[in-house]
């Protein structure tokens, strides 16, 4: 029975003494280093292009050192820019374009939530905000001008002038309470417009008269400037 040939010596190899590694076949003696022949096995060959070598022998891979010429340096900046026209080529291809992404009953429930969450937030801030608007005074503008000339107002600030000396006169009210007349009176810190048949409204700088208090944010007075009496927010009114 006839072998193949041998990958170092060319004879033929019989299955007694055959080695088969690298895709060939070799003698036993054959198969050592290319270049210090030293004998090599199966567990100690390192093999490159289809020949075994030793460890101390065996070929490394090198870069190779490339001259940098103008003509390099061309063909360098040609691809850099190829490559950038390109690039931005895709990119503005890509814009607009919707990308869909799979849809799983786990990626709909999270954008669900996500969804709930922000509409939640929003509103509650938006609520907040409201709330806040409603109960915050109105300030006066700088640029506002004074108010027209209006005689009556005038004549009711002398006569209120004038009770501010007389002595102050108490007179008994329903529930325990009693009103101050006479040299108690409040001016008005903002102006109030109001919320129901029992309130008054009054501009900032309007004067309170024959005030009672009813709780820590409420009161009764009259306004001097209009003579209309019935409630009216205390914290909007500071005592003189």
Not at 94 to 112: F, H, R, Y
Request: overall charge positive; some cysteine.
């Amino acid at each position: 029975m006839s072998g193949k040939p041998c990958a170092r010596c060319t004879r033929i190899v019989y299955s007694m003494e055959q080695l088969k590694c690298l895709d060939q076949i070799w003698h036993k003696g054959c198969f050592s280093c290319e270049i210090c022949n030293t004998k090599l096995t199966m567990k100690n060959y390192k093999g490159y292009s289809k020949k075994p070598y030793c460890n101390a022998h065996y070929p490394t891979t090198k870069f190779t050192q490339v001259a940098d010429t103008p003509e390099n340096r061309r063909v360098k900046a040609n691809t850099k820019t190829i490559s950038n026209v390109q690039y931005h080529k895709d990119l503005e291809e890509q814009k607009g374009k919707k990308i869909s992404v799979e849809s799983d009953p786990l990626t709909d429930k999270a954008m669900k939530n996500t969804k709930i969450q922000s509409n939640l937030v929003y509103h509650g801030h938006a609520e907040t905000r409201e709330i806040e608007n409603a109960h915050r005074p109105q300030e006066k503008p700088k640029n506002q001008q004074k108010a027209e000339y209006n005689p009556m107002r005038d004549l009711q600030e002398a006569i209120g002038n004038e009770w501010a000396h007389q002595p102050a006169v108490v007179y008994p009210q329903a529930g325990g309470h009693a009103a101050v007349q006479g040299s108690t009176r409040y001016v008005a810190l903002y102006d109030y417009a109001a919320a129901d048949h029992d309130e008054v409204s009054f501009s900032e700088g309007d004067f309170i008269i024959n005030p009672e208090i009813i709780d820590d944010g409420w009161m009764t007075g009259t306004v001097k400037s209009t003579g209309r009496t019935g409630m009216l927010p205390s914290n909007y009114v500071e005592k003189v």
